[in-house]
């Protein structure tokens, strides 16, 4: 228990009387990725939100290497919040190209930005986040968890689950209803309600 990176325990959280959260009690040990899928609404990103402490939790507590920082004040949470990023729930980046070149894409599909520029916003961008050496890598979310990073993933992406999850974790509803490594988790799903969800996704 100790050495978990993220600790969540029994949290609880609702949107104006709607329960989100109904007891959610998990956590991940340094080095492993969790992949948590799930039906929509049933409370993937907003577990995501609270463990990286972008939102505070009703009751419950959320831990971080072991020190507890649900209730701790704002100004006291943002050293803490820098040990803790984000991906969006679509990370599924085009996977022909080059991380540089899926950041570089966005700036001049949307950004509107010239190729030259993109390039030089794009390697500093990824600078930023730590990922300049994964410039030029494919499947960077692949590498990252292979290279021993701590991951905590919403996907329905079942093949990038099966090959990097060290478990597979069901919402339903605002709790986890079962976890497992992904070779029990898709072979033998215990829960109904797993059973059908991984009938829709696949
Ligand atoms: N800031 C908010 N204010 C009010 N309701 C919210 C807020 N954030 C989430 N909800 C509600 O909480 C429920 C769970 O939302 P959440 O985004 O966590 O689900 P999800 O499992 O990530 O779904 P999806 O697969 O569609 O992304 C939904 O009913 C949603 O409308
Ligand atoms: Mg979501």
Redesign the pocket.
């Given at each position: 228990m100790n050495d978990a990176v993220v600790r969540a325990e029994l949290v609880q959280k609702s949107?104006?009387g709607?329960s989100?959260l109904r007891g959610v009690t998990f956590e991940v040990g340094r080095g492993e990725v969790k992949v948590i899928i799930?039906?929509?609404?049933?409370?993937?990103?907003?577990?995501?939100?609270c463990l990286a402490l972008l939102?505070p939790v009703d009751t419950g507590a959320v831990y971080l290497d072991g020190v507890k920082l649900s209730g701790v004040r704002e100004k006291e949470l943002a050293p803490h919040r820098s040990e803790v990023g984000m991906v969006f729930?679509r990370f599924n980046l085009f996977p022909n190209m080059t991380a540089l070149d899926n950041v570089m894409c966005g700036l001049v599909e949307v950004r509107r930005l010239k190729k030259r520029e993109a390039r030089e916003r794009a390697l500093e961008l990824l600078e930023r986040v730590g990922l300049a050496d994964k410039a030029r890598q494919y499947h960077v979310m692949e590498g990252l968890a292979r290279d021993g990073m701590t991951m905590v993933v919403?996907s329905h992406e079942l093949r990038f689950a099966h090959h990097v999850a060290s478990s597979i974790l069901m919402?339903d509803e605002?709790r986890i209803i079962e976890e497992a490594p992904p070779e029990t988790f898709f072979s033998s799903p215990s829960h109904e309600r797993t059973q059908r969800f991984l009938a829709l996704v696949e």
């Open positions: 949107y104006d709607l989100v799930g039906p929509s609404g049933s409370g993937k990103s907003t577990l995501l939100r939102e729930q919403v919402m605002g």
